[in-house]
T-cell receptor, first 110, second 110 residues
C-alpha cells in the first residue's frame, strides 16, 4: 500500500465552481501535512500547510481528519489559473523525508 | 522564490555514460534532497543530505550517488546511465518541514 494516495482525477470544473478532493495516508504517526501545487512541467510549489483545526487561505480550505487518516483541499470560486496538479505531502514523525502523493489534476474551464 | 538553481536544465545522454546533475542554493539551508518524478509515481526520494558530507539514501537510490562538499551544492551522479533513469529530477531544500524545489532537470537516456 502506498504511504500517500490521491485520486488522480482529472477534475474538470467550470469557472466559479467549487471543487474538493482528498488524500489518504497510511502512517498514523504522521505529524505534518501540506498541499503543493505543480503546474505542467514546472516544480512543485508550497500551497499551504494543513493544521489540525483546519485552515483557510483565501479561496483554499484545507482540513485534516486524523481519525480517518485523510486530508482534504477545497477550492472555492475556481479560476482558470487554478488549473494544476495538487500534491498531497505528509511528514512522518521525527523524519525530514516527505512522502508525496502522485497528485490530483484539476482543470478549470471557461 | 527560494534561491535554488539546477544545472543542466536539459540533458540527453547515452546508456552507459556517467552523468552529474548539480543543485545550488543561496539560502544556507541545512537539508537538501534529490527526487525523481515519473508519470504515475509522483515524487520519489533518491538521496538527501543533512549537512556537509552527511548524506543518506532514499527509496530509489540504486544507481545513484551523491556528494555534498559545501553547504550550497548537492551533486547527483548517475555512474552509468540506463534508460530507466530517464526522468525529471528535482532538487529541494529545507530548514524545517517545508521544502522548496528547484526548477528541475529533464534527463533523457537513449
Amino acid at each position: 500500500r502506498k504511504e500517500v494516495e490521491q485520486d488522480p482525477g482529472p477534475f474538470n470544473v467550470p469557472e466559479g465552481a467549487t471543487v474538493a478532493f482528498n488524500c489518504t495516508y497510511s502512517n498514523s504517526a504522521s505529524q505534518s501535512f501540506f498541499w503543493y501545487r505543480q503546474d505542467c512541467r514546472k516544480e512543485p510549489k508550497l500551497l499551504m500547510s494543513v493544521y489540525s483545526s483546519g485552515n483557510e487561505d483565501g479561496r483554499f480550505t484545507a482540513q485534516l481528519n486524523r481519525a480517518s487518516q485523510y486530508i482534504s483541499l477545497l477550492i472555492r470560486d475556481s479560476k482558470l489559473s487554478d488549473s494544476a496538479t495538487y500534491l498531497c505531502v505528509v511528514y512522518p514523525f521525527g523524519d525530514y523525508k516527505l512522502s508525496f502523493g502522485a497528485g490530483t489534476t484539476v482543470t478549470v474551464r471557461a | 522564490d527560494a534561491g535554488i538553481t539546477q544545472s543542466p536544465r536539459h540533458k540527453v545522454t547515452e546508456t552507459g555514460t556517467p552523468v552529474t546533475l548539480r543543485c545550488h542554493q543561496t539560502e544556507n539551508h541545512r537539508y537538501m534532497y534529490w527526487y525523481r518524478q515519473d508519470p504515475g509515481h509522483g515524487l520519489r526520494l533518491i538521496h538527501y543530505s543533512y549537512g556537509v558530507k552527511d548524506t543518506d539514501k532514499g527509496e530509489v537510490s540504486d544507481g545513484y550517488s551523491v556528494s555534498r562538499s559545501k553547504t550550497e551544492d548537492f551533486l547527483l551522479t548517475l555512474e552509468s546511465a540506463t534508460s530507466s533513469q530517464t526522468s525529471v529530477y528535482f532538487c529541494a531544500i529545507s530548514e524545517g518541514y517545508e521544502q522548496y524545489f528547484g526548477p528541475g532537470t529533464r534527463l533523457t537516456v537513449t
